[in-house]
Every structure is written in structure tokens, then in C-alpha cells.
């Protein structure tokens, strides 16, 4: 069993940045996959990034040079670093971890770009 919970979400103006925090508890955090997914109203929940327990990275392409995932396995720390932030980028933050069959998630984060 894994709990996530997400912190760093508000507002901000377009071109800003924000740095969104996952704490994770419970299992063994370094062998899950570890990611950020988003969902804007009326649309779908998509992947941003997600980061593999071995350093790899997969990313949307439309965050591409502007977002950045790491994690700390020491801490059982994930985090999303959003730069030059867009309108289209406004929607609810939810951390993710994967493990096979295994799949748990945040209570989600709001993050709303706007001037």
C-alpha cells in the first residue's frame, strides 16, 4: 500500500513557475514508477511525466523544455518542476505510483495559470 499526497498547486500568472511536491508512504517507494498525470474539466486525465525507479523519464510533448520530474527515493519525495507556464496547463495535479498491477494516486493538487 503506497499514500501520496501533493502540495505546491495555486495560482499563477502565464510565464510563471510552480513546483509541485508528492510525499509517498507506506511500500517500498524506490521500485515504483513514479509520476504526474493532470485533468482539466470536460477533458480526459494524461500523463505529464513520469519517472521509472531506474531515472527514466517519459513526457508529454507538450510540456517538452518546460517541466521537469525528479525524485528523492531517500525521502520518498517526487516533484514536478513547471516552467513558463501556459493557460492550457490549468488543471488538478495528481501524483501516481505504479508498480505492475499496482497503481495508487494523490488526492490531486488544483494548479491555475491565469493573468
Known amino acids: 500500500q503506497v499514500q501520496l499526497v501533493e502540495s505546491g498547486g495555486g495560482l499563477v500568472q502565464p510565464g510563471g513557475s510552480l513546483r509541485l511536491s508528492c510525499a509517498a508512504s507506506?511500500?517500498?517507494?524506490?521500485?515504483?514508477?513514479m509520476g504526474w498525470y493532470r485533468q482539466a474539466p470536460g477533458k480526459q486525465r494524461e500523463l505529464v511525466e513520469r519517472?521509472?525507479?531506474?531515472?527514466?523519464?517519459d513526457y508529454a510533448d507538450s510540456v517538452r523544455g518546460r517541466f521537469t520530474i525528479s525524485r528523492d527515493n531517500a525521502k520518498k519525495m517526487v516533484y514536478l518542476q513547471m516552467n513558463s507556464l501556459k493557460t492550457e496547463d490549468t488543471a488538478v495535479y495528481y501524483c501516481n505510483a505504479e508498480r505492475g498491477v499496482l497503481i495508487y494516486w494523490g488526492q490531486g493538487t488544483q494548479v491555475t495559470v491565469s493573468s
Open positions: 507506506g511500500s517500498v517507494f524506490s521500485i515504483y514508477t
Open positions: 519517472i521509472t525507479y531506474g531515472g527514466g523519464i
